[in-house]
C-alpha cells in the first residue's frame, strides 16, 4: 500500500468515527468522564457566605485572620487503548474482522477523549508486547495512534493477556481510563486483572463473532486456529457436535463475566455483526446512573 492509498484509508475511518463521535458520542463520554477528582488550587481570604469546613487554621493562624482552601477539578483524563492484536483478531464472517472493529472502536474512544481535552495511550499487544504509544493530547496524535492501529503488523501470534495488563500497570503510573479490547481466549490473567482494576478504572470490550457463538450446519468445516496454526475438521451438521459448540461458548462466557464481575471490571460485549455504536452508547448511560 503506498502513501497515498495508506492517507485515504486513514481518512475514510477518521470521517467515519468523527461523524458518529460528532453526533451522538462525545455528550454520553463527557457525562461518564468528568474529571479524576478535586484537587487543591490556593488559599484565599475568608468572605461572607463560605463553608467553614473550609477554613485553612494553620494559614490562619500564621496570618491573624481566617483563609480557606480554594479547591478544582482535576479535568484532564488519560485514556489508554490496550488492545490484543493476536490472530484470533484477524478473525470475522460478516461485517469485517475482529481487528477492523476493534479500530474503529478505539478511533471513537480516542476522537471523544480528544473532545474532551484528555490525553491518549495506547498498547497493542500479542504474546509480548508489540508497541507502546504514550499518552499525549492533540489531533496529531491521535491520528498517529490511528494510523498505527490500521497498518501495524504484529510479530507474535499467539495471546498473553496478563503480559498486556502488567505492563500498562507498569508504565502508566497515574489512574486512567483504560479499554481492554480483546475477544479474551487466553486464561491465568486473573491476578493482574484484579491489580490493574484496583489502579484503573479497567473497562474490557468483549469481541465476539456469531459463529463463535453457534457453529452454522455448513457440513464438514475445516477450523484453522489463528495462532498455532492446527487445524481440524468439524463435521457440523451433527447435532450433538452444535450442541457441544454452543455448550463451550456458553461455559466460557459464564466464566469471563464472573471473572470481571469478581474484579469489578465493567464488560461491553460487542457482536462484531452488528453496530458497536449502541453497546457502547448504552454502557456509557448506566456508567452515567452511577455519578
Same mark, same amino acid.
Given at each position: 500500500?503506498? $502513501?497515498?492509498?495508506?492517507? @485515504? =484509508?486513514?481518512?475514510?475511518?477518521?470521517?467515519? &468515527? +468523527?461523524?458518529?463521535?460528532?453526533?451522538?458520542?462525545?455528550?454520553?463520554?463527557?457525562?461518564?468522564?468528568?474529571?479524576?477528582?478535586?484537587?487543591?488550587?490556593?488559599? #484565599?481570604?475568608?468572605?461572607?457566605?463560605?463553608?467553614?469546613?473550609?477554613?485553612?487554621?494553620?494559614?490562619?493562624?500564621?496570618?491573624?485572620?481566617?483563609?480557606?482552601?480554594?479547591?478544582?477539578?482535576? #479535568?484532564?483524563?488519560?485514556?489508554?487503548?490496550?488492545?490484543?492484536?493476536?490472530?484470533?483478531? /484477524?478473525?470475522?464472517?460478516?461485517?469485517?474482522?475482529?481487528? %477492523?472493529?476493534?479500530?474503529?472502536?478505539?478511533?471513537?474512544? $480516542?476522537?471523544? $477523549?480528544?473532545?474532551?481535552?484528555? !490525553?491518549?495511550?495506547?498498547?497493542?499487544?500479542? %504474546?509480548?508486547?508489540? @508497541?507502546?504509544?504514550?499518552?499525549?493530547?492533540?489531533?496529531?496524535?491521535?491520528?498517529?495512534?490511528?494510523?498505527?492501529?490500521?497498518?501495524?503488523?504484529?510479530?507474535? !501470534?499467539?495471546?498473553?493477556?496478563?503480559?498486556?495488563?502488567?505492563?500498562?500497570?507498569?508504565?502508566? =503510573? !497515574?489512574?486512567?481510563?483504560?479499554?481492554?479490547?480483546?475477544?479474551?481466549?487466553?486464561?491465568?490473567?486473573? %491476578?493482574?486483572? =484484579?491489580?490493574?482494576? @484496583?489502579?484503573?478504572?479497567?473497562?474490557?470490550?468483549?469481541?465476539?463473532?456469531?459463529?463463535?457463538?453457534?457453529?452454522?450446519?455448513?457440513?464438514?468445516? @475445516?477450523?484453522?486456529?489463528?495462532? &498455532?496454526?492446527?487445524?481440524?475438521?468439524?463435521?457440523?451438521?451433527?447435532?450433538?457436535?452444535?450442541? +457441544?459448540?454452543?455448550?463451550?461458548?456458553?461455559?466460557?462466557? /459464564?466464566?469471563?463475566?464472573?471473572?470481571?464481575?469478581?474484579?469489578?471490571?465493567?464488560?461491553?460485549?460487542?457482536?462484531? %455483526?452488528?453496530?458497536?455504536?449502541?453497546?457502547?452508547?448504552?454502557?456509557?448511560?448506566?456508567?452515567? =446512573? #452511577?455519578?
Amino acid at each position: 500500500m503506498n $502513501a497515498k492509498e495508506l492517507l @485515504k =484509508k486513514v481518512r475514510l475511518v477518521e470521517l467515519r &468515527t +468523527k461523524g458518529f463521535v460528532n453526533e451522538i458520542f462525545s455528550g454520553e463520554y463527557h457525562s461518564v468522564f468528568k474529571g479524576r477528582g478535586i484537587e487543591f488550587a490556593e488559599v #484565599r481570604e475568608y468572605q461572607y457566605g463560605d463553608d467553614i469546613r473550609l477554613i485553612d487554621w494553620n494559614v490562619s493562624a500564621r496570618f491573624g485572620r481566617p483563609y480557606i482552601k480554594v479547591f478544582e477539578e482535576e #479535568r484532564e483524563l488519560t485514556v489508554m487503548l490496550l488492545v490484543d492484536f493476536s490472530g484470533s483478531s /484477524q478473525y470475522g464472517t460478516r461485517n469485517g474482522l475482529k481487528r %477492523d472493529i476493534a479500530v474503529e472502536i478505539c478511533a471513537c474512544l $480516542a476522537f471523544s $477523549a480528544m473532545k474532551n481535552n484528555d !490525553k491518549v495511550g495506547a498498547i497493542l499487544f500479542t %504474546d509480548r508486547i508489540e @508497541k507502546f504509544i504514550p499518552p499525549k493530547k492533540g489531533k496529531s496524535h491521535i491520528l498517529r495512534i490511528l494510523r498505527e492501529l490500521l497498518f501495524f503488523e504484529p510479530v507474535g !501470534k499467539k495471546t498473553n493477556l496478563r503480559l498486556g495488563l502488567e505492563y500498562l500497570n507498569k508504565v502508566i =503510573k !497515574k489512574r486512567s481510563i483504560s479499554f481492554f479490547i480483546s475477544d479474551f481466549y487466553d486464561n491465568n490473567f486473573e %491476578d493482574p486483572l =484484579k491489580l490493574v482494576s @484496583k489502579k484503573h478504572d479497567l473497562i474490557a470490550v468483549h469481541l465476539v463473532d456469531p459463529t463463535e457463538k453457534e457453529l452454522p450446519p455448513l457440513g464438514l468445516i @475445516k477450523f484453522v486456529d489463528a495462532e &498455532t496454526g492446527e487445524n481440524i475438521w468439524v463435521d457440523s451438521t451433527s447435532d450433538i457436535v452444535r450442541k +457441544k459448540y454452543s455448550e463451550f461458548w456458553i461455559n466460557n462466557k /459464564q466464566k469471563l463475566d464472573k471473572l470481571f464481575l469478581k474484579s469489578k471490571v465493567d464488560k461491553i460485549e460487542i457482536n462484531i %455483526d452488528k453496530s458497536y455504536l449502541n453497546p457502547l452508547i448504552d454502557f456509557f448511560k448506566r456508567r452515567s =446512573k #452511577r455519578y
